[in-house]
């Protein structure tokens, strides 16, 4: 069983910066993707970006030039860099990690909030 542990939300004005961290309680050098992805009260879960293992990168249209996705091998961590934060990137993001003949894991979510 793996643990993802995601920090890193809070409260923030429209402009601003956060920077999400999801910890691994294993090396995540075994995931073929890891992926963030957000849940908006009465929307349904929607893809922020993801890293396979070879590092290849995948976005959002609504996020694209706005946020950053990287990871951390050595830290086990994959982060989430989102600046030019706008109202509607208000979400609970949760981070998702997949590999081969394993059930996809989930983190508990935290909660970002961009106020006007």
């Known amino acids: 069983q793996v643990q993802l542990v995601e920090s890193g939300g809070g409260l923030v004005q429209a402009g601003r910066s956060l920077r999400l961290s999801c910890a691994a309680s294993?090396?995540?050098?075994?995931?073929?993707?890891m992926g963030w992805y957000r849940q908006a009260p009465g929307k349904q879960r929607e893809l922020v970006a993801s890293?396979?293992?070879?590092?290849?990168?995948n976005y959002a249209d609504s996020v694209k030039g706005r946020f950053t996705i990287s990871r951390d091998s050595a830290k086990n961590t994959v982060y989430l860099q989102m600046d030019s934060l706008k109202p509607e990137d208000t979400a609970v993001y949760l981070c998702?990690?997949?590999?081969?003949?394993?059930?996809?894991?989930w983190g508990q979510g935290t909660q970002v909030t961009v106020s006007s």
């Open positions: 998702r990690a997949d590999e081969a003949y394993r059930p996809t894991y």
């Open positions: 294993r090396s995540i050098s075994s995931f073929d993707y």
């Open positions: 890293i396979s293992r070879r590092g290849s990168t």
